[in-house]
């Protein structure tokens, strides 16, 4: 048992410089490569964490101008439509006027020209009344005067 922790210490002994080496080794990287790569990982990870949350922010400040927009546009159609019912209204009311004022007019018109057709008929009958007297005159006159020449004509 002497030999074999003879043995053991030897091999420890041996292995002294291998075992500071490896910790030479480990400290070195330790030192040069990985805290370096975890510093440069992480600085990625927040500079994309980062880039996200801008992306997100600017898109939800986006959508809010997208829904702003709209709206704009959703109350500048409603004004146009207002405009446009209101135009719609006034040529109406417009046409309605003139059209009331011509249909006026045009029962004036034919007022007056019942009134003068009447007042040409009265003329005309009274004309024909005294044209009718003296046509009467004439016939009766024509026919007494034929009979006359007739009968003394015929007395011959």
């Known amino acids: ?58 898109i939800a400040t986006a959508e809010a101008r997208t829904a702003e927009y709209e709206q704009r546009v959703r109350e500048a159609r409603s004004q146009i439509y207002k405009t446009q019912e209101a135009n719609r209204q006034r040529v109406m009311e417009k046409r309605d006027s003139a059209l009331a004022e011509a249909r006026r007019q045009a029962g004036d018109m034919v007022k007056n020209a019942r009134a003068d057709l009447d007042k040409d008929a009265v003329a005309a009958k009274a004309v024909l009344q005294q044209q009718s007297g003296a046509l009467a005159d004439q016939v009766i006159a024509r026919v007494l005067g034929t009979a006359k020449s007739s009968a003394a004509a015929g007395g011959q």
């Open 1 to 58: 048992m002497d030999d074999t922790l003879r043995q053991v210490g030897e091999l420890l002994v041996s292995s002294i410089p291998t075992i500071i080496g490896l910790l030479i080794v480990w400290t070195a990287y330790s030192f040069l490569v990985h805290r370096p790569l975890q510093k440069v990982l992480a600085e990625r990870q927040a500079l994309t964490q980062g880039a996200i949350q801008r992306a997100q922010a600017e």
